[in-house]
Nanobody
Framework: QVQLVESGGGLVQAGGSLRLSCAASGSTVSIDDMGWYRQAPEKQRELVATITRGDSTIYADSVKGRFTIFRAKNTVYLQMNSLKPEDTAVYYC??????????WGKGTLVTVSS
């Protein structure tokens, strides 16, 4: 079992920055890929960025050049710069283990004001 706890969300003005953190605990040795997803009101959850155990990354087109995902030990981070109102959403951390079982955090709210 893996537990994920996100932090770092909050209210920020457009153009500002936030850094999200997701700390993993439990069977962390089994974790392969980690990532961030987001869900805006009345919209489906969407991928923001993922990072493999070997630090290969994938970004949604909407955040390329503005967001950076990185990981250190059992924590994955999402550095978000040049935030836009359309980035407002609940951001969820996801981890996958070697059996491709997925674990999710409870989410952290990011609100970007115009």
């Amino acid at each position: 079992q893996v537990q994920l706890v996100e932090s770092g969300g909050g209210l920020v003005q457009a153009g500002g920055s936030l850094r999200l953190s997701c700390a993993a605990s439990g069977s962390t040795v089994s974790i392969d890929d980690m990532g961030w997803y987001r869900q805006a009101p009345e919209k489906q959850r969407e991928l923001v960025a993922t990072i493999t155990r070997g630090d290969s990354t994938i970004y949604a087109d909407s955040v390329k050049g503005r967001f950076t995902i990185f990981r250190a030990k059992n924590t994955v981070y999402l550095q978000m710069n040049s935030l836009k109102p359309e980035d407002t959403a609940v951001y969820y951390c996801k981890a996958e283990d070697s059996t491709m079982r997925a674990y999710w955090g409870k989410g952290t709210l990011v609100t970007v004001s115009s």
